[in-house]
């Protein structure tokens, strides 16, 4: 299967910095990029949809100016999380389609704890 | 109501018994089915795709009753390596976006 990988694997931060997490596809061209948080014990929600070359696409209740998503390439895609506050402590998973199967490959997620 | 509902054990089971999970969904437009099963603190994995006329893949049987929206997943012999959480997830345009349910968490006790 496709490899989609993240970086970060976790970080800590201080409240009010701004953290960046990449998400890349290793072996195939995303088109279509998803962004994802999980709190603990609840499932995961989409934040928002990327396309490469446009506007990210963001779920109701998603600040899309707090959570800023660039998708320049078709194998890379960052979210950057402005001004973190420790509410938004969370797992942030990506996932891309694109590839052959068309199936969504998620990335191994990034832990993020604001301080 | 959530879209995607499933029951958030745990369910503690001997190794070797079968187990069942359902899940039901609220929008009647959802077009694509799946489970998923995630570890603890690990990313998703797809587990099997559930078409309309069942599938079976190895000891994993999934289901799908469009009429009643829930979709069911059996697994057989259970092995020590299922203990995960498993996922019920759709979709109303096939993979664009999809609605993940909270999870079913299962343990599977030696």
């Known amino acids: 299967g496709a490899v989609v990988s993240q970086h970060p694997s976790w970080v800590i931060c201080k409240s009010g910095t701004s953290v960046k997490i990449e998400c890349r596809s290793l072996d195939f061209q995303a088109t279509t990029m998803f962004w994802y948080r999980q709190f603990p014990k609840q499932s995961l929600m989409l934040m928002a949809t990327s396309n490469e070359g446009s506007k990210a696409t963001y779920e109701q209740g998603v600040e899309k100016d707090k959570f800023l998503i660039n998708h320049a390439s078709l194998t890379l895609s960052t979210l950057t999380v402005t001004s973190a506050h420790p509410e938004d402590s969370s797992f942030y998973i990506c996932?891309?389609?694109?590839?052959?199967?068309?199936?969504?490959?998620f990335g191994p997620g990034t832990r993020l704890l604001v301080l | 109501r959530k879209e995607v509902e499933q029951d958030p054990g745990p369910f503690n089971v001997p190794e070797g018994a079968t187990v069942a999970f359902n899940c039901t969904y609220s929008n009647s437009a959802s077009q694509s089915f799946f489970w998923y099963r995630q570890d603890c603190r690990k990313e998703p994995k797809l587990l099997m795709s559930?078409?309309?006329s069942g599938n079976e893949d190895g000891r994993f049987t999934a289901q799908l009753n469009r009429a009643s929206q829930y979709i069911s997943l059996l697994i057989r012999d259970s092995k020590l390596s299922d203990s995960a959480t498993y996922l019920c997830v759709v979709s109303t345009f096939g993979n664009e976006k999809l609605t993940f349910g909270t999870g079913t968490r299962l343990t599977i006790i030696p």
């Open positions: 996932s891309a389609t694109g590839g052959f199967e068309e199936t969504q490959y």
């Open positions: 559930v078409y309309s």
